[in-house]
């Protein structure tokens, strides 16, 4: 497997790297710089949408949605802190609307038949952040250069 040309990436410990050109160079410069990316692989997408979909299934529509998102939480707030390090932005913008598209499910099921115009429309990503639910989107961390520091004699 060559990274060499950015075409190919490989899935290791959850995360696939990958060699990207940088955009920024190549557009001030026109200089082919490649980087190291990570982010979630398709499979840690697969198992916490799996895992989401676990703590909200439709027969909890009846329960207090603060119980809800109280499950939910350490399950987002560790997926993130695992994967935060790397280039993840995107995916975790699509495991938030993944759970709000879940969370607002459950409000629907609960209205039922009863559900009134104009009321689905409330039950958006920011209604459930009001009620403690845990966001991804804005929590990824870049870690400092390592500095070499020489011992002075």
Known sequence: MVLTGGREGFDFL?????KRMSGRLWEQKRLRRYYLHRWPSQ??????RARVRELTPM????????????????VLRGWGQYFRSGNAANKFRDVDAYVGRR??????????RNLRAGKAQQWDRECF???????LRGTIRYP??????????
Not at 67 to 72: Q, R, S
Not at 144 to 153: E, L, Y
């Open 14 to 18: 959850g995360c696939h790297l990958r």
């Open 43 to 48: 499979r840690a997408m697969k198992r916490v």
């Open 59 to 74: 027969r909890r529509c009846h329960q207090d949605m603060r119980g809800v998102i109280a499950e939910l939480n350490p």
């Open 103 to 112: 969370l607002k499910g459950l409000r629907l099921k609960r209205a039922g």
């Open 129 to 135: 952040e009001k009620l403690g639910l845990y966001r």
């Open 144 to 153: 400092g250069q390592a500095f070499w520091k020489q011992a002075s004699a």
